[in-house]
């Protein structure tokens, strides 16, 4: 009877509260915890050199309050919330050097607060389609498309002087895959993986 008990505490174990660790290419490593396959409370990757790349927790498979995001150098990269794997309130993005560059505010990225203007489709409630805002100087302040309300595709933002800010894909809503981020000059400061 102790063997049987004992074998079925083994299976259910694995399949509720492990630490997972995963390995992309060599290159990062995240661990964290799995509860019915999805991502629970607190997840951290490290860069190949054991070094933060981000940190933060999750509810049900989704991104969930505070996040850090990390160069390669460790220093401190962006951070902000999530709810509900949702970007909201104030992202904070900084230089290699630990200088902030610039502040991003519910989704759209700027600087000191301008005006913005922005074009697209709404079926229904919901956004659909091709969306473009732009600064009150008339440059771009980000373009991308919409499915179902929900950011879907490829998506750039840019500065207030109509340089790229950053870019990548989101998935219903979700960032996915990788992001790159630009100081005002265009220069790449950070590349994040999804």
């Given at each position: 009877?102790?063997?049987?008990?004992?074998?079925?505490?083994?299976?259910?174990?694995?399949?509720?509260?492990?630490?997972?660790?995963?390995?992309?290419?060599?290159?990062?490593?995240?661990?964290?915890?799995?509860?019915?396959?999805?991502?629970?409370?607190?997840?951290?990757?490290?860069?190949?050199?054991?070094?933060?790349?981000?940190?933060?927790?999750?509810?049900?498979?989704?991104?969930?309050?505070?996040?850090?995001?990390?160069?390669?150098?460790?220093?401190?990269?962006?951070?902000?919330?999530?709810?509900?794997?949702?970007?909201?309130?104030?992202?904070?993005?900084?230089?290699?050097?630990?200088?902030?560059?610039?502040?991003?505010?519910?989704?759209?990225?700027?600087?000191?607060?301008?005006?913005?203007?922005?074009?697209?489709?709404?079926?229904?409630?919901?956004?659909?389609?091709?969306?473009?805002?732009?600064?009150?100087?008339?440059?771009?302040?980000?373009?991308?498309?919409?499915?179902?309300?929900k950011r879907d595709g490829y998506w750039r933002m840019f500065h207030q002087n109509g340089?790229?800010?950053?870019?990548?894909?989101?998935?219903?809503?979700?960032?996915?895959?990788?992001?790159?981020?630009?100081?005002?000059?265009?220069?790449?400061?950070?590349?994040?993986?999804?």
């Open positions: 009877m102790t063997k049987i008990l004992f074998f079925a505490w083994v299976l259910y174990f694995p399949m509720n509260h492990p630490l997972y660790n995963k390995t992309n290419e060599g290159k990062i490593s995240c661990s964290g915890s799995l509860i019915d396959d999805l991502k629970q409370g607190y997840w951290k990757c490290t860069y190949k050199d054991g070094k933060t790349l981000r940190e933060g927790a999750y509810l049900h498979g989704k991104r969930h309050g505070y996040w850090r995001f990390y160069h390669q150098n460790g220093v401190l990269a962006a951070d902000g919330y999530y709810k509900v794997g949702e970007e909201t309130g104030v992202w904070n993005i900084y230089n290699e050097n630990g200088k902030l560059l610039f502040t991003r505010v519910e989704g759209l990225w700027g600087t000191d607060g301008p005006e913005i203007t922005c074009n697209g489709s709404i079926t229904g409630d919901r956004k659909e389609g091709l969306w473009i805002c732009f600064y009150d100087n008339g440059n771009k302040l980000q373009e991308g498309g919409y499915f179902a309300g340089v790229l800010a950053a870019e990548g894909t989101y998935q219903r809503g979700q960032e996915v895959g990788k992001w790159k981020i630009y100081d005002e000059g265009g220069r790449l400061i950070l590349e994040r993986f999804d």
